[in-house]
């Protein structure tokens, strides 16, 4: 709901497409210092840092809703909030994929992830209707009353994610001693090593791993060419292409959130046999495929189609991305190594920033369809280099 509600916000008040992926970039602000979380969640546990993400939230959407209502928001505000809220966001990733395989054997990872993606899934869907639908018949600070309970609601639901004593109390003799073992690291381990010792390992141990190092790559190329159009430059999209209003801003974004719920189902199934590694590659290609075709519609429901398909991929290629750098790294790491994973968000920030002045100078159709050709070549490159880890074999458990 906010990102469409902001961004919407940002490219009527600025009418600036630089502006527009500006605010999309400031969102993942906080992937430089992602590791650390990781190494957070590793020392102190993930629940912990759900309750301090989802309370900032909560204040963040309070406030802009405060000044909503006063009629004191402004482009420059909303930029400021986004900032903030960038600095954390893009964790929450790695604390909940971290708490999946913290508890979960390997070989039903893949499942639980795909059932973890479509609760994410299926709220977009939700969330990009009802932003678009609420700002639209009743203003942004009832919109952002909505906002502000659900991350209210989501904080107090986190409070129950984890209390590390009341697990070990609530759990049989056998139990325990399975939660303790599938602890990311022993707490006579923890005072060992300084956080940023952790840290260095963590970069020394993905540098050395073929499966590790081909799904950063993978994760750093999405978001530097897949991921723009959807995330940043939707509202640009709706109004300069489509000529739509918030609606089929809203409906566009339920498109792509449609897709990848349907690939989140596929997955959660956990029938998929290709092998995560194979699929994350062909899935890449496919949405890379779908991208190109979407820049070149110009009427809402073949965009919507296109969108569709690229989120169904989309879901088929990040999942087992996932999934690949999971089962490769040693619980001790893996907190470390999906906060090192976070760092190819950054990929993002710089496809959004780059693709403003394309969009400005050469036009939106051309610029999209080059991001996708160059990701095609560059998907192909990655399969190349790490072809043994990526396609012949899946990564052990």
């Known amino acids: 709901m906010e990102v469409l509600i902001l961004g919407w916000y940002i490219l009527v008040e600025s009418e600036s497409v630089v502006l527009l992926v500006f605010f999309g970039a400031l969102q993942y602000l906080g992937s430089l210092v992602s590791p650390m979380f990781g190494v957070a969640g590793d020392r102190f546990g993930y629940g912990r840092l759900l309750w301090m993400t989802r309370a900032l939230y909560a204040v963040m959407a309070a406030l802009l809703g405060c000044l909503a209502a006063s009629d004191l928001l402004s482009p420059t505000a909303v930029l400021i909030i986004a ?10 990733m790695v604390m909940r994929y971290a708490l999946i395989a913290q508890y979960l054997p390997a070989s039903q990872l893949m499942g639980a992830l795909g059932i973890s993606r479509i609760t994410s899934d299926s709220a977009r869907i939700a969330g990009a209707l009802a932003g678009a639908g609420v ?10 009353l909505v906002v502000t309970t659900l991350y209210v609601v989501s904080f107090m639901l986190s409070l129950q994610v984890v209390s590390p004593r009341k697990i070990e109390s609530d759990t049989t003799p056998t139990a325990q001693t399975d939660v303790d073992a599938a602890a990311p690291a022993s707490r006579s381990n923890r005072p060992s090593s300084s956080p940023w010792q952790d840290l260095r390992s963590a970069a020394v141990y993905v540098w050395h791993r073929p499966a590790l190092m081909g799904g950063m790559s993978m994760a750093f190329l999405a978001n530097l060419v897949a991921f723009p159009l959807f995330i940043g430059l939707l509202p640009y999209v709706a109004k300069n292409i489509y000529g739509v209003g918030q609606g089929g801003l809203g409906w566009l974004g339920a498109s792509f959130a ?54 169904f991929a989309q879901s088929l290629c990040m999942t087992p991305l996932a999934a690949v750098m999971l089962r490769a790294t040693e619980p001790a790491y893996r907190g470390r190594v999906m906060g090192m994973r976070i760092l190819a968000i950054w990929g993002l920030p710089v496809g959004l920033m780059l693709s403003g002045p394309m969009i400005e100078h050469l036009g939106f159709q051309f610029t999209m369809t080059s991001y996708a050709l160059v990701g095609m070549a560059l998907t192909l490159a990655i399969g190349l ?13």
């Open 83 to 92: 900032g903030l809220n960038g600095l954390v966001r893009p964790s929450d």
């Open 385 to 397: 280099r790490w072809r043994q880890a990526l396609w012949h074999e899946d990564p052990p458990g």
């Open 258 to 311: 449609s897709g990848a719920l349907l690939g989140s189902l596929v997955l959660s199934s956990n029938r998929v046999r290709l092998g995560a590694g194979r699929l994350m590659l062909i899935a890449g290609m496919g949405w890379l495929v779908a991208n190109a075709f979407q820049a070149q519609t110009s009427t809402l429901l073949s965009g919507m189609a296109w969108l569709a398909a690229a989120g």
């Open 135 to 144: 700002v639209a018949m009743f203003g942004m600070a009832p919109a952002y």
